[in-house]
């Protein structure tokens, strides 16, 4: 499907575009049916803020008409609104980074087309990082997700990242304001960094939490999986706790207490009853062991693997084209 827009062909700018008070950047993939009710909802709200601002939209690879749309959305804003296209599909959070890239103002705000967050909640986050904040962040109220274990998952994911990072956030799978100087900090990150947030929280302790009603999509749904949801988990985890296994080293510990307990007890049975039934309880024990090790060295080789995945020659690029 294509749309018809005279006009809304590639244009580049040799100049940079001027800095800004609010930039929104918002990445999209396949968003095609909620686009125009995203794009009035969050101009009318930016307009009526009186703040000088520019809209990103990210297009993460769509396979729909989501890119003609935005490039139609551009041509009726005229210079508030600027297209990024990227290579292929690679997520959301490369998508923000790409962003973050061309941003040009002093907040910069992200955000999800399917209107998940009030919009009203926009230039809140805004004031918060103009006032000297490095981060503003949403806490969602009233949660309405898709599904129950969304939620467990968020309370297991925001425990594992606060462990790691040292903070105590409430909400990090929420939209987010980031300072410009925050900002340019992050894009010269190396690639070993898997995560914009993580890296916001890393880099500044300096945030402010802001309560806001969350809402039920109104078009599309997550594209955050289990398994992404756990990866991503994970790759913070491991990347930014000083010491990610020392709760093995802790568990390993009372393994061994225990394990010389239990083997003064099975040399007591071995002893005292019948050797064929000491020789089967000594021949679990130690299968019990060996699986514990197993289960420790797959967890340290991931760990490892890892590290080397994530130490390029050189930051990799995702933009295809920018439509100025």
């Known amino acids: 499907m294509t749309i018809d827009c005279p006009g809304a062909d590639e244009r580049t700018s040799s100049e940079s575009p001027p800095a800004c008070d609010i930039s929104l950047i918002i990445p999209v993939l396949n968003e095609e049916e909620g686009l125009d009710n995203c794009f009035n909802e969050v101009f009318k709200v930016l307009k009526e803020s009186g703040n000088s601002f520019e809209i990103i939209f990210v297009d993460d690879g769509s396979t729909d008409a989501s890119l003609e749309k935005m490039l139609c959305l551009q041509k009726k804003s005229g210079h508030h609104v600027r297209v990024i296209q990227l290579k292929q599909n690679y997520g959301q959070l490369k998508a923000i980074l790409s962003g973050l890239k061309y941003s040009r103002g002093n907040a910069v705000i992200t955000y999800d087309s399917d209107l998940e967050f009030p919009p009203e909640c926009i230039p809140k986050l805004a004031a918060k990082v103009l006032e000297g904040y490095d981060v503003a962040s ?19 994911g925001n425990y594992l990242i606060n462990k790691a990072l040292g903070i105590k956030q409430k909400d990090f799978g929420s939209v987010k304001g980031l300072s410009r100087l925050l900002v340019d900090q992050i894009v010269e990150q190396p690639p070993i960094h898997p995560n914009v947030y993580a890296a916001a929280f890393f880099l500044s302790k300096n945030f402010v939490e802001i309560p806001v009603d969350h809402q039920s999509r109104i078009y599309g749904r997550s594209k955050w999986s289990v398994f992404k949801r756990i990866e991503t988990y994970f790759d913070i985890y491991t990347t930014y706790h000083p010491r990610p296994f020392q709760w093995m080293m802790v568990g390993g510990g009372v393994c061994i207490f225990l394990g010389s307990i239990l083997g003064v007890y099975i040399l007591y049975q071995y002893l005292t009853i019948p050797p064929e039934k000491g020789t089967r309880v000594l021949f679990d024990f130690f299968l019990i062991l060996t699986g514990l090790i197993f289960i420790a060295l797959s967890t340290i080789g991931e760990f490892v693997v890892r590290i080397f995945r994530k130490i390029p020659s050189k930051q990799e690029d995702y933009v295809s084209r920018v439509f100025d």
């Open 138 to 156: 949403v806490v969602r109220k009233n949660r309405k997700d898709e599904y129950f274990l969304d939620r467990i998952f968020s309370i297991f």
